[in-house]
Every structure is written in structure tokens, then in C-alpha cells.
T-cell receptor
Framework: DQQVKQNSPSLSVQEGRISILNCDYT??????FLWYKKYPAEGPTFLIS?????DKNEDGRFTVFLNKSAKHLSLHIVPSQPGDSAVYFC???????????FGSGTKLNVKP | NAGVMQNPRHLVRRRGQEARLRCSPM?????VYWYRQLPEEGLKFMVY????????ESGMPKERFSAEFPKEGPSILRIQQVVRGDSAAYFC??????????????FGQGTRLTVV
């Protein structure tokens, strides 16, 4: 039962343009959402998060948007840089259960 | 403050042998998660443990796989009688104790298991 879904396995973007990575979830009880970035042969690293009481959180070039009515999460990277090329995982957590549910990942390729 | 430590980084086993993967959580973290990433696939949840307690093992294969997180020492993921299909990257993550809101899980570098 995949409660967090990333329907785009890959995305290719030109350097300097915006990258938009999408994520959908099914459990309305999730109250904390996260994005992780993963380079080959390394563990995922935390990138940015958002609480369910907010609809936007921004950190430099990275902004996460949450649309609770649509159960949809997105990560915007602008401007995209070649170093952003990695696999991005979205995750959701139930705060009263402390378990993290991950999507299957989107491989972002930023072309110079 | 060391991060999540996994060892070994690379492990080669022959079919039928046992694989033991170790994970030391971050200091102060009492929750450990194990995930598996098969080639060209995403992170698949395996098991969620607290000290001396398995909270959720719904992602663990029913046979040959077991996990523990003893009171002292690292968490261990054990795979008995390994088969080629067990070849994957195994990631451990840890998080603070239950009740701390809005915290992330921190991942180790992973153990890459190759079964030959």
C-alpha cells in the first residue's frame, strides 16, 4: 500500500530554469512532510520540510508547497543548477506514530 | 556529534551465507528504521524499531530477515541464507524519541550488499 507516491520517475531541466517535483499522498492524517535528496552511493540527506499547518516553506532556492485538499506536495527549485542533479524523495510522517513513509523518488537531471 | 553510522559500507556474500548489517543511530536518537533500495528503485520500508522493541515490521520479508535494536549496541539487520535477489543498498535512519514533533529522520551512508 503506497501511501506516498511520486509518479514521475525522472525529470530533465535546463540549468537556470525551474524544477518542479511532485508528490501525492493518500493518508489525510499525515502532519509533517519532508523532501530528501540522494546522490549515487550516498544516503539520503534532508532538504526541506513543511508542517501540515502551513502551505509553503521556503529555504533559499528551494520551496515546498502543500495543498492539503488535493493531498499534493511539490518541491520547486529555482534556479536549477547542475549540482542539483540527484534523486529526490518525498516523505510523510504521522507525528503520533513517528513512522516515515517515502515515495519512490524522482531522478532530476539538470543540464548545463 | 556523529551522524548515523552504518557498517560495513560494502559487503559481499556467497549465496547461502549470512549477512549482518549494523547501524548506530545518532546520539540521543532512540528510533531506528531500515530501508532497502533495489537497483533503479525507490526506498522500501522494512522495519521500525525502538530500543528492545519492534514497532513495525510490515516491510520485512517473512523469511530469512530479522532485525533487532538491543538496549546496548547498534541495531542489526540480519539476512540468513542470502540469495542474489537480496543484493541491494540497505539504509538505516534514526530519529529522536517519540513525542518530538516535526523532526526528520537522518540517514546513514548505507551498506551495499552484493550476493555472488
Amino acid at each position: 500500500d503506497q501511501q506516498v507516491k511520486q509518479n514521475s520517475p525522472s525529470l530533465s531541466v535546463q540549468e537556470g530554469r525551474i524544477s518542479i517535483l511532485n508528490c501525492d499522498y493518500t493518508n489525510s492524517m499525515f502532519d509533517y512532510f519532508l523532501w530528501y535528496k540522494k546522490y549515487p552511493a550516498e544516503g539520503p540527506t534532508f532538504l526541506i520540510s513543511i508542517s501540515s499547518i502551513k502551505d509553503k516553506n521556503e529555504d533559499g532556492r528551494f520551496t515546498v508547497f502543500l495543498n492539503k485538499s488535493a493531498k499534493h506536495l511539490s518541491l520547486h527549485i529555482v534556479p536549477s543548477q547542475p549540482g542539483d542533479s540527484a534523486v529526490y524523495f518525498c516523505a510523510a510522517r504521522l507525528n503520533n506514530f513517528n513512522k516515515f513513509y517515502f515515495g519512490s523518488g524522482t531522478k532530476l537531471n539538470v543540464k548545463p | 556529534n556523529a551522524g548515523v553510522m552504518q557498517n560495513p559500507r560494502h559487503l559481499v556474500r556467497r549465496r547461502g551465507q549470512e549477512a549482518r548489517l549494523r547501524c548506530s543511530p545518532m546520539k540521543g536518537h532512540s528510533h531506528v528504521y531500515w530501508y532497502r533500495q533495489l537497483p533503479e528503485e525507490g526506498l522500501k520500508f522494512m522495519v521500525y524499531l525502538q530500543k528492545e522493541n519492534i514497532i513495525d515490521e510490515s516491510g520485512m520479508p517473512k523469511e530469512r530477515f530479522s532485525a533487532e535494536f538491543p538496549k546496548e549496541g547498534p541495531s542489526i539487520l540480519r539476512i540468513q541464507q542470502v540469495v542474489r535477489g537480496d543484493s541491494a543498498a540497505y539504509f538505516c535512519a534514526s530519529s529522536p524519541p517519540y513525542g518530538q514533533l516535526n523532526t526528520e529522520a537522518f540517514f546513514g551512508q548505507g551498506t551495499r550488499l552484493t550476493v555472488v
